[in-house]
């Protein structure tokens, strides 16, 4: 840092009146001396004949981050608001056979303290209700919320969670979801299987389409657990009336579904519940089902105070749903010109230790794993498997990303193979206007071509063939 | 020593759930000086939702993106709707506040006929007035429509409506069926230098070609391209959440587990490819999502 | 509870608080300057980014009583009274903060990069937002200089922040 030491001197010694006197190549900071805005008016982008599809229209709310006034979750408080904090297990597989809060709630300036019993429903799930809010007897992965504190602030509720002392009973565990799917494996969830949802798509005959295949070319690729890792961590605040009316702030991306999850664990009725959707500072998909509102919910009731719940970082990626890591196999039969004549995929993801979007994923994922080729003979099957590992969800394309690796990765091999072009290869299974998808429905508006031939225009693809 | 190469993908995504319906409800309600609010239960979770909607709304008023305010998030105030997930607003959120619009519009349009001398079918909204099509000369400040909708009609120019994409149930053996109203197309080309002692991946450029249908924002979609692109360059070549044997996460904070910077950033560029989805709020259908073909891209090893 | 006296934003303002305070707490909770962002506590992601003389650092690093006397600058006194300071005019024009949280802590990176360099290249540019993980590394005022806290973003990897906050244009302009 290079500032010449008469100025830091100066700046030392002299009040910020003299200082903003001064010329400009001191370079201090600007004095802002707190007071309105806004500041100079958004200028009108009105046009002859609006058309206001298709304009650039700048964002007001870029105004309001720049100037970091946007309102987060953690930038709101409430008067006597709590501060809560979850105790997580630690631990992949176990019973619970004690938890003992005495000391936690001995403490001065702990308000509450909520175990898994005390939640009326203690489940919850977008398809399978299988994540309790707070484990009761068992514990499904190292992420698992086992107890919740409020205190009056965040490091007292910290120190509180520390003082909770649970007794776990270790119990088998399995993390591979290859390992889980056989017949010996533990299962995650007695009795039910570890695989707990699948999927499959036919059409065509492809037994008969690879017999007629000049090359069959297989290829198996794999992709790994990812977390959206938002720069804004899950937070909610929870606020009841006087009259039994429940108000909850929050980063969900669903606030209906929010208020229905709501209602359904803590047995209210739904008129009964507001839910605030505040501006967030990125979800990608990590922030649209319920993680702690019912438990800073029944915090708040019990302490008579709001109560505020921020994860750390730490719990954004133990305690929050991740990308599912897919196993993907693929057999292609090809014609002697590069037409796709037969495809067969098999994807088994890790569906993490609770089911949350991953019946959502596994279907988009099938029908998109065949990619945007037009494939007349075509067999799918697809896998979800638990494991004890933190729950895999939703994550901005839900699948879609992780067979797009592998379809297009198994399209250079088939290129490849036969001495053609990438882009050429491509053009010449592309879907077109009318082409039937792999459940057979026919596409409209497709313009897959055109946007292989835009990209390798512009990037020069032709020009630059090695 | 570095070698260079190039890689080529290209991608589907659709809009919208898979076959179940997920529908959205919207309110738009125009004021006494032609300026309106749009109620929607939509989240804003930062890729610019409200804007585009201020902007599908404002076109179907025939105003300008300044004049309309949209409130959302709030289940007392605001109608349902399914939410911000699978790139669904623009095109199931952004169709029922158009249709609640012109719901709207249609209560303007019958002050309008009785000022203007004509019937409401032969009237169009443009630029903040509602005028006779073909004539254009004989219009009304649509704030003064919208006046005159609360004293004179005394019906205020309120639209309500919602919208659900239209899918047919797939076979649960064969998987046959219409799971999507639309879908949307990309690809992207990207360079990448690869040292071939350390396998390190250098991306250097990407070039991405988007569909989208009409393009609302066209500013707002390459960010979004953009911040797909970072996320894929993070996907394929830096992230990843590690367990040990106990099944523990070994990296869970951003020290450890690798976030791409912005010396990690190729230089990108983005073009829209032009498409029409008559199904969508004036032609769109969305982006969110399909900008993660990045990873699909020149990788050369099998295992991301 | 130990009394601390900072100068931010260019006044003098002074709040009593327990020891182990960090300048984030102190910012946020004292002062109700909430442009500051919690994004992991350990310095790793830089939202916290706030500029002590003149120096970018992450304020979750640093305790309260390690800023007493000193200038702090946070995203609230960029812009006075009648204008947004260049840097949020760019960003604002072009759309580049999306969902924001990263925002202030891109805008201080940048503006402490421009105060120690007026002429920066691209690659100086790219350079003032990589984050340097701290990972619990107290920092102090005086090992901070040469340590420079950069800001972290998910949504657009910084690179629309550059590209589409013309930042190059700006300099130019000030030359």
Request: hydrophobic fraction near 40%; proline fraction near 6%; charge should be neutral.
């Amino acid at each position: 840092m290079d500032r010449k030491p008469e100025v830091i001197e100066l700046e030392r010694r002299e009040t910020p009146g003299k200082l903003q006197g001064l010329e400009d190549n001191l370079r201090l900071p600007a004095v802002a001396p707190g007071g309105d805005f806004p500041i100079e008016k958004l200028v009108s982008e009105a046009r002859q004949q609006t058309h206001a599809v298709g304009q650039r229209a700048t964002r007001s709310d870029c105004r309001t981050h720049g100037l970091g006034q946007t309102k987060y979750i953690a930038d709101l408080a409430l008067p006597g608001m709590l501060h809560a904090k979850i105790k997580r297990a630690g631990i992949a597989s176990a019973h619970i056979t004690r938890i003992d809060t005495a000391a936690a709630e001995a403490m001065p300036g702990v308000m509450a303290v909520l175990i898994g019993r005390d939640i009326p429903v203690n489940s919850f799930g977008p398809s399978i209700q299988d994540q309790p809010l707070l484990a009761h007897e068992r514990v499904f992965h190292a992420g698992d919320g086992v107890a919740a504190v409020a205190a009056v602030t965040e490091q007292l509720a910290a120190d509180a969670i520390e003082k909770i002392a649970v007794t776990y009973e270790p119990m088998p565990a399995v993390f591979d979801p290859m390992a889980a799917m056989r017949d010996d494996a533990p299962k995650v969830h007695p009795p039910n299987s570890n695989i707990y949802t699948t999927k499959r798509i036919a059409k065509g005959d492809v037994a008969k389409a690879f017999k007629e295949s000049y090359l069959t070319l297989e290829g198996r690729f794999c992709t790994q657990m990812v977390e959206h890792a938002s720069m804004e961590p899950h937070a909610a605040i929870a606020d009841w009336d006087a009259n039994g009316r429940l108000t909850i702030w929050s980063t969900l991306g669903r606030i209906n579904l929010g208020r229905a999850d709501i209602a359904r664990t803590l047995k209210l009725p739904l008129n009964r519940i507001r839910v605030i959707g505040t501006i967030v500072g990125g979800n990608f998909g990590g922030k649209n089902e319920i993680t702690q509102e019912p438990i800073l919910a029944l915090l708040a009731k019990k302490s008579g105070r709001p109560v505020r719940g921020i994860f750390t970082r730490d719990e954004e990626f133990t305690a929050t749903t991740t990308r599912h890591p897919f196993v993907m196999e693929y057999s292609t039969g090809v014609s002697r010109e590069g037409h796709i004549l037969a495809r067969t995929v098999r994807l088994i993801i890790d569906g993490g230790a609770y089911c949350s979007w991953t019946e959502t994923t596994l279907g988009k994922a099938s029908i998109l794993a065949a990619g945007p080729y037009r494939i007349p003979n075509l067999l799918i099957e697809a896998f979800a498997v638990y494991t004890n590992k933190t729950m895999t969800g939703a994550m901005r394309g839900f699948g879609a990303p992780q067979v797009c690796f592998a379809y297009e990765s198994h399209m250079d091999d088939i290129a490849n193979a036969l001495g053609i072009d990438p882009l050429d290869i491509r053009l010449r299974n592309a879907f077109e206007e009318g082409s039937e998808s792999p459940t057979g429905q026919t596409l409209h508006s497709v313009v897959i071509k055109d946007s292989l031939l835009k990209a390798a225009q512009q990037f020069g693809w032709r020009e630059a063939r090695p | 020593m570095k070698r260079r190469g190039r890689g080529i993908a290209c991608m589907w995504y659709p809009i919208g759930f898979t076959v179940s319906a997920n529908p959205s409800a919207a309110t738009v309600m125009v004021n006494e000086d032609g300026t309106a609010t749009v109620l929607t239960g939509t989240v804003e979770t930062g890729q610019g939702s409200l804007t585009v909607l201020a902007q599908i709304a404002a076109e179907a008023l025939g105003t300008s993106t300044e004049d309309i305010h949209v409130v959302s998030a709030d289940t007392d105030a605001t109608p349902m709707d399914t939410g911000a997930i699978a790139s669904r607003t623009t095109y199931v959120t952004g169709n029922a506040i158009r249709m609640a619009a012109d719901n709207a519009k249609a209560i303007l349009f019958e002050a309008a006929a009785q000022v203007l001398g004509v019937e409401p079918g032969q009237l169009e909204a443009r630029d903040r007035n509602i005028q006779v099509k073909g004539f254009p000369h004989r219009k009304i400040a649509i704030g003064e429509a919208a006046k005159r909708c609360q004293l004179v009609l005394g019906r205020p120019p309120i639209g309500t409506a919602s919208w659900n994409p239209p899918t047919v149930a797939m076979d649960p053996d064969t998987g046959q069926g219409k799971p999507f109203s639309t879908y949307v197309y990309a690809t992207q080309i990207a360079e990448v230098d690869v040292d071939d002692e350390t396998g390190e991946v250098e991306v250097i450029r990407v070039v991405a070609a988007h569909d989208c249908g009409t393009p609302v924002n066209p500013m707002l979609v390459e960010g979004q391209i953009e911040g797909g692109i970072a996320m894929g360059v993070g996907f394929a070549l830096q992230e990843e959440i590690l367990f040990d044997a106990a099944g523990t996460q070994v990296n869970p904070n951003l020290a450890n587990y690798i976030l791409p910077t912005t010396l990690d950033m190729p230089k990108i560029e983005v073009h829209i490819v032009e498409s029409y989805d008559p199904t969508g709020p004036f032609g769109a259908k969305g982006v969110g999502r399909a900008d993660l073909g990045a990873d699909g891209s020149g990788h050369p090893q099998r295992d991301l | 509870m130990t009394p601390v006296t900072v100068i931010v934003n260019g006044h003098r303002r002074t709040a009593s608080v327990a020891p182990e305070t960090t300048l984030l707490e102190l910012l946020r909770d004292s002062f109700g300057l909430t442009g500051a962002k919690l994004g992991c506590d350990v310095g790793d992601c830089g939202a916290c980014t706030v500029l002590v003389d003149g120096q970018a650092i992450n304020a979750c690093l640093m305790f309260a009583g390690q800023v007493e006397g000193r200038h702090v600058l946070t995203i609230e006194g960029l812009a006075s009274r009648e204008r947004l300071h260049p840097l949020q005019k760019a960003l604002e024009d072009n759309g580049a903060l999306q969902c924001g949280f990263c925002g202030p802590g891109i805008i201080l990176s940048a503006k402490a990069l421009l105060e120690q360099n007026p002429a920066p290249s691209m690659q100086d540019i790219r350079a003032c937002w990589k984050p340097v993980p701290m990972h619990g590394l107290r920092q102090d005022h005086r090992s901070r200089w040469g340590r420079r806290a950069g800001t972290a973003c998910r949504r657009c990897g910084s690179a629309t922040v550059v590209r589409h906050g013309k930042i190059e244009t700006w300099i130019e302009s000030r030359r």
